[in-house]
């Protein structure tokens, strides 16, 4: 893989040199610049197109949200990974990151081993910096999943949403993996967040039971007449049947 560049957006400095030196200890990585204010963000990314963006939502002169509008508008044929740290945990800032096409949104204060983690797997999944790069498949699923997931009320920040997000994707890759979710599927989901397969089996349960509880229109529209509860596998196995078909 190549070294891929990373451009931090933050006016905590202290809270950047801490991301600067847990980058420090990977050498995938390539820090690029630094910005202060989400004006001087804009005129980087314009510059450098990075491969991955980094940034705070609340900062001086433009915020993060008119931030990433505005190079979704200005370089619409731009597609970094981007992250968001934020320590605003409402659901219309979590719904307006996420409908400009963010990847991941951590609440402040962050876990940086565990943002790691998550980062690595953002990257394997869109196949940023390998030599050939998918033009479908997991790339796509993973952000139909995601936006799908929000939509049917499962919180983004909520760590079910990435441990059922990715159940579904190894599900839509291969039907199999529906009949070994217990066998293989949790415990390789586990692995790449450094716990074990009953953690995510759980994660998962609590994810689902918190869609239930939310009752959306796209949760009504996929699980009409439904009883309160449905195994994990259930729920995954008419989640994948409804993307196919959507798809």
Known sequence: MNVLSVLLIDDNREWLFAVKERFKTETKFRIIGEAFDGEQALQLISETKPDILITDIIMPVY?????????????????????????????????????????????????????MIVLKQLISVKHIGSEKQESNGFLNYDKIVSDLLTEIGIPFQMKGNEYLKRAIIMC????????????????????????????????????????????TKLFNSIFPSMPKHLPNGKFIAIICDYIIKDH
């Open 172 to 215: 839509l890759k291969d039907k199999e993996n529906l009949n070994m979710l217990t066998k293989i599927v949790y415990g390789e989901i586990g692995k790449s967040f450094d716990t074990g397969a009953s953690a995510v089996e759980k994660g998962i349960r609590y994810a689902i039971s918190s869609a239930f509880k939310a009752k």
């Open 63 to 115: 915020d993060g949200v008119y931030l990433l509008g505005q190079m979704r508008e200005k370089i619409p044929d731009y597609h970094p990974i981007i992250i968001v740290f934020s320590g605003l945990s409402s659901d219309l800032t979590i719904e307006i990151a996420m409908k400009l096409k963010t990847d991941y949104y951590f609440l402040k204060p962050v876990n940086l081993d565990s943002f």
